[in-house]
């Protein structure tokens, strides 16, 4: 498998990109019946979901575009906009509209159904919505949108939603593979150390055989992608890096001003004020640590050094 290509594959694309296999994903998710012979064209978009991480699947079945999007981080409430630009640009690219947008003929368009398969570590319900038109200002009450999108988010944690886990054994075998490695970095494991290890549980109990012999080499690349690139969306999105570094600094700087105001003096002042701000940093660092954080991401965020950085880890 190459990893080092423009756009990488995704354990869940991998696992789910053949024709049999997302037929069958998509049949257990939604529990519509189709035949095993059903013909499945599948579809590609690149870098429209996300911009490195190959982890959608596309397919045309029974004149309907499906998509499947895994989600690994906190729900992101923009999912149907951003299913909005894919939808567009999915027309665009195979249908060629063009021109044909100011023929009088009608244009015939596959309908599309978004899936959100969700894997976060927050707690979500078994399933949920999520609209185009609870983004909308000016809606009044019981209003009937003049333009929606529909995402139908499912829970795919094992805890949460055994029922559908059970129809798919790939699935069943992903969610739980997923959840031995935050097992594993909830005990401090490393992120390497904790794939190794949920590897070898899965290989002992009979999940996922096939696959983690082939791509065994590859596991650790592909999951770590998912894992820092939707690590890095949600603490910069909602709860860690912005957030964490301004009150680090505030706290920081409050600390180092007290101390700069006993001292009565201005130039203690502002030793105070940069020794605040600088144990600010690395108080916000050490919870990035804490959370798997990349190092290069902690650094571009707190402005300390990557040599610094490791310098906390020893």
């Known amino acids: 498998m190459d990893v080092n290509r423009e756009y990488k594959d995704s354990i869940f694309r991998i696992l789910f990109k053949a024709p049999e296999k997302a037929l069958k994903l998509y049949c257990d998710i939604t529990g519509k019946s189709y035949d095993k012979n059903t013909t499945i064209e599948m579809k590609t978009l690149d870098n429209v979901l996300l911009s490195r991480l190959r982890n959608d699947l596309s397919f045309i079945i029974d004149g309907k575009l499906v998509v499947i999007i895994e989600h690994q981080s906190t729900l992101n409430m923009n999912m149907p906009l951003r299913s909005l630009k894919y939808v567009l640009l999915f027309y665009e690219n195979n249908f060629k509209l063009g021109e044909s947008l100011y023929k009088e003929k009608q244009i015939k368009l596959p309908k599309p159904e978004f899936y959100a398969l ?80 949920a590897v070898e549980e899965c290989l002992k109990e009979g999940m996922l055989t096939e696959f983690f012999e082939r791509y065994r080499n590859e596991v650790e690349v592909m999951f770590s992608l998912v894992y820092e690139e939707e690590k890095a969306i949600q603490y910069a999105r909602e709860e860690g890096i912005e957030e964490g570094i301004e009150k680090g600094m505030e706290k920081g700087m409050e600390k180092g001003m007290e101390k700069g105001m006993e001292k009565g003096m201005e130039k203690g002042m502002e030793k105070g004020m940069e020794k605040g701000m600088e144990k600010g940093k690395k108080e916000v660092a050490r919870n990035l640590l804490f959370n798997g954080i990349p190092l290069d991401i902690i650094a571009k965020s707190t402005g300390l050094s990557v040599e610094q950085i490791r310098s906390m880890i020893n």
């Open 118 to 197: 969700y894997n976060g570590r927050r707690n979500y319900p078994k399933s949920g919505v999520l609209r185009l038109s609870d983004t909308f200002l000016g809606m009044e009450a019981d209003e009937q949108p003049g333009l929606e999108l529909i995402v139908n988010v499912i829970n795919i944690n094992y805890d949460k939603n055994i029922e559908v886990l059970e129809k798919n054994t790939d699935l069943k075998g992903y969610s739980i593979f997923t959840a031995k490695v935050y097992e594993r970095l909830k005990e401090g494991k490393t992120l390497a150390e904790g794939i190794r290890i």
